[in-house]
């Protein structure tokens, strides 16, 4: 329900918008679609977004890109 909230608003290009709608993904298990969403609120949101970022790669066995953002976070 939340995504179809979030689906309908405005504001659909800030980095706001794509954090909450990448959790949103995420709690759905969907997480090949979260990682679009949490790239594009990165940069206003590094600290939010890394761990988002390491726990999608981990469920896509990405090990790469989990151990990429793992680093972030220190």
Same mark, same amino acid.
């Given at each position: #329900?939340? &995504? +179809?909230?979030l689906d309908?608003?405005e &504001?659909?290009?800030t980095?706001d918008?794509? /954090?909450? #709608? &990448?959790?949103?993904?995420? @709690? %759905? &298990?969907?997480?090949r679609e979260?990682p679009? +969403?949490?790239?594009?609120? $990165? %940069? $206003?949101? =590094?600290? $939010?977004?890394? =761990?988002?970022? $390491? #726990?999608c790669? #981990? @469920? /896509? @066995?990405?090990?790469? %890109?989990a151990?990429?953002?793992? +680093?972030? %976070?220190r």
């Amino acid at each position: #329900r939340a &995504g +179809c909230l979030l689906d309908a608003a405005e &504001g659909q290009n800030t980095a706001d918008w794509n /954090l909450l #709608r &990448g959790k949103v993904y995420m @709690e %759905q &298990g969907k997480f090949r679609e979260a990682p679009r +969403c949490l790239h594009l609120a $990165e %940069q $206003e949101n =590094p600290k $939010e977004t890394a =761990p988002l970022l $390491e #726990r999608c790669y #981990r @469920e /896509l @066995e990405d090990f790469k %890109q989990a151990y990429h953002y793992a +680093c972030k %976070q220190r």
